[in-house]
């Protein structure tokens, strides 16, 4: 069954697994100077990961968001704080991520937005509501920085996901042993088979690489790539992605 979801000009789940590679900065002149770097590279869409700014606050991120806006041109944003409890930078009560997420969606200032599942239903149901009255794709992510759970507890978390009315699916997870990698990859494929939205899926690290290339086998739709800084272990230069990508199309 194929399922798609457009992100400014670009539909995941049609034609190879898209490329994205994060943006990283602690202040917006970082910011501009990795955008310019970016949009040379030639991604498919950009990840702003706002937890790296030095002052994360809503009307720093409405100053750099037109900036990069700007800079960026048509390369879709998608828009992550991701929180230390899942591998991020910034340390934040369910309270405060709901609020700042709300705000981004009240005032437009994503193409995307990543929310976390694990920060509780009540939270992601709020994230949800705001994003989809502004017409903005949720990717909800989850991810496990420690280890790889068994197939059927990984199979259960990517059904519950995709049970609510986010637009895309995330999971990564760490692997220990080739037969996590191959387990991350088989769970792919089954919830591929069950879940209505697109998926998006990698076991990080220097092991877990093949599941970013992998996508067109297992139904991943999108792998994050580096251009000048990684946001996770384990991420392919962008070069090097899109070289395996198109070879494995």
Known sequence: MEKSVKIGNVCLGQGQPKSCVPL?????????????????????LVEWR?????????????TDFAALRLALADLPMLVT????????????????????????CQAGLAD???????????VVQAILIAAQAQGIPVILSQHDFQA?????????QLQVM???????????????????????????????????????????????RISR???????????????SGASAPGQLDLATLKMGLTALA
């Open 50 to 62: 706002i937890d790296y700014l030095k002052d994360c606050t809503f009307t720093t991120l409405q």
């Open 162 to 208: 995709g049970e609510t009315s986010a637009a895309v699916v995330k999971m990564a997870v760490m692997p220990h042993q080739p037969q996590d990698v191959l387990t991350l990859m088989q769970a792919t494929l089954q919830a591929d088979q069950q879940l209505t939205q697109p998926l998006i899926t990698m076991a990080m690290g220097d092991l877990g």
């Open 148 to 156: 790889t759970a068994p197939l059927n507890v990984l199979t259960q």
């Open 24 to 44: 990283i900065g602690t202040d917006l002149s970082e910011l501009l100077v990795a955008a310019e770097q970016v949009v040379v590279a030639k991604p498919d």
């Open 213 to 227: 290339l992998s996508g067109t086998l297992t139904g991943s739709t999108l792998s994050f790539a580096t251009v």
């Open 112 to 122: 995307a937005l990543d929310v976390e599942f694990n920060r509780g239903s009540q």
């Open 81 to 104: 704080l991701r929180t230390q409890a899942e591998g991020g930078e910034l340390a934040l009560t369910a309270a405060a991520y709901q609020q700042l997420l709300v705000q981004i």
